[in-house]
T-cell receptor, first 115, second 109 residues
Framework: DAGVIQSPRHEVTEMGQEVTLRCKPI?????LFWYRQTMMRGLELLIY????????DSGMPEDRFSAKMPNASFSTLKIQPSEPRDSAVYFC?????????????FGEGSRLTVL | EDKVVQSPLSLVVHEGDTVTLNCSYE??????LLWYKQEKKAPTFLFML????IEKKSGRLSSILDKKELFSILNITATQTGDSAIYLC?????????FGAGTILRVKS
């Protein structure tokens, strides 16, 4: 299996622009997580899905952030409009365990820079 | 509020040294504690611990959990430069993981 695949790997954009990050989880995994990592705050959970349904979005910082999972093999995280403080590495991770307090498999991340 | 606290924040050692990394937590509905190693890219899984007192080992790395005192340690013996990384502790709460800030380990040759 190719692992969790994220795109783009790097994105540089200007404040106010829309940003869309994409994720393909490992086939057969029924949990998908979006995390954000910064030096100041470490790894923060933004939202997670179970069987394509959003379960907990309490970590989504503001209404500017939205996430979708239209099918089992694809998810997007959108920021509109983007701001400099959104600059971070965004990780997607997936898990196959029924209780997802087990091992997460991470993608290589999307490094976002908002100027 | 759930808390996962790692110490030290950073550490510099020489090759061959032994290091101990600490993770304490206050999490409701505890399920598991996991250790990850993060080099330049994605975190990679090291251990998952669910029971107190049972040591998990993988080569030079070992870890143990104390559910009464709410902490875990990760030991690395005979460190090598390839051990340089951020070590992340995560606690399973319900169906999600809460991560600590990490310990930055640098091993000098």
């Amino acid at each position: 299996d190719a692992g969790v695949i994220q795109s783009p790997r790097h994105e540089v954009t200007e404040m106010g622009q829309e940003v869309t990050l994409r994720c393909k989880p490992i086939s057969g995994h029924d949990y998908l997580f979006w995390y954000r990592q910064t030096m100041m705050r470490g790894l923060e959970l933004l939202i997670y899905f179970n069987n394509n349904v959003p379960i907990d979005d309490s970590g989504m910082p503001e209404d500017r952030f939205s996430a979708k999972m239209p099918n089992a093999s694809f998810s997007t995280l959108k920021i509109q409009p983007s701001e400099p403080r959104d600059s971070a590495v965004y990780f997607c991770a997936s898990s196959f365990r029924a209780e997802a307090s087990g091992e997460l498999f991470f993608g290589e991340g999307s490094r976002l820079t908002v100027l | 509020e759930d808390k996962v606290v790692q110490s030290p924040l950073s550490l510099v050692v020489h090759e061959g040294d032994t290091v101990t990394l600490n993770c304490s937590y206050e999490v409701t509905n505890f399920r598991s504690l996991l250790w990850y190693k993060q080099e330049k890219k994605a975190p990679t899984f090291l251990f998952m611990l669910t029971s107190s007192g049972i040591e998990k080992k993988s080569g030079r790395l070992s870890s143990i959990l104390d559910k009464k005192e709410l902490f875990s340690i990760l030991n690395i013996t005979a460190t090598q430069t390839g051990d340089s990384a951020i070590y992340l502790c995560a606690v399973g709460r319900g169906n999600k993981l809460v991560f600590g800030a990490g310990t930055i380990l640098r091993v000098k040759s």
